[in-house]
């Protein structure tokens, strides 16, 4: 199993928590979070809730549960993820 791709869905309390747990991943602004783009197929820095781009190489194996801690400490739950 590994991450595919990783998106923030409406809500973010700029908590910077997920950021904390995986800074390779989550870049939290002064208004919500970002999925930095250098993990990303489109290399786009945003919260990916529209363009739903995938992990690229093996960044979705790698960062599997660094990914998860960080969802998992968010709390408001808005870090959503898929895996294949
Ligand atoms: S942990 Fe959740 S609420 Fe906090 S900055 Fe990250 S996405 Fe936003």
Redesign the pocket.
Known sequence: MAITKVW?EE?????????A?CPEV?H?TDT??NVNGAVREDGVDSENRDEQSPLSGSNGTDLEAAIEA?SA???????KFDKA
């Open positions: 923030i809500g973010c309390i700029v908590c910077n928590a997920c950021e747990e989550f939290v919500s979070c960080a400490s968010c709390p408001v739950e808005v870090i």
